[in-house]
Nanobody
């Protein structure tokens, strides 16, 4: 499956952005999906994940209550709504897909099978 993320940009602290990730070439509803981010000089880190049906989600602690992951299986798209953005949210954001072989949601980047190209989010103070 091919993934393409978009929607990044420059936003002031406290603002909002919505990232989208469109998939093609596979059965979208058979994949759990995740968002990861990588800030300059740091390792890629988990942000959020959503199950195949969309019924289960999980977030890293630093974004709980501010970010919302969702998916539209009819549109083959996963979203990341980001509110109350902070300068420390500045990073390249990646969407990723993992085949439905795990019983629980996956936070390890190495477990994901497919990756999008990333979209840059810059939060100014």
């Amino acid at each position: 499956v091919q993934l393409q993320a978009f929607g990044g940009g420059l936003v002031q602290a406290g603002g909002s952005l919505t990232l989208s990730c469109a998939a093609s070439g596979g059965t979208f509803s058979s994949y759990d999906l995740g968002w990861f981010r990588q800030a300059p000089g740091l390792e890629r880190e988990f942000v959020a994940t959503i199950s195949r049906s969309g019924g289960s989600t999980y977030y890293t602690d630093s974004v709980k209550g501010r970010f919302t992951i969702s998916r539209d299986n009819a549109k083959n798209t996963v979203y990341l709504q980001m509110n109350a953005l902070k300068p420390e949210d500045t990073a390249v954001y990646y969407c990723a897909a993992v085949g439905g072989r795990y019983f629980s949601l996956v936070v390890r980047a190495t477990a994901y099978d497919y990756w999008g190209q990333g979209t840059l989010v810059t939060v100014s103070s």
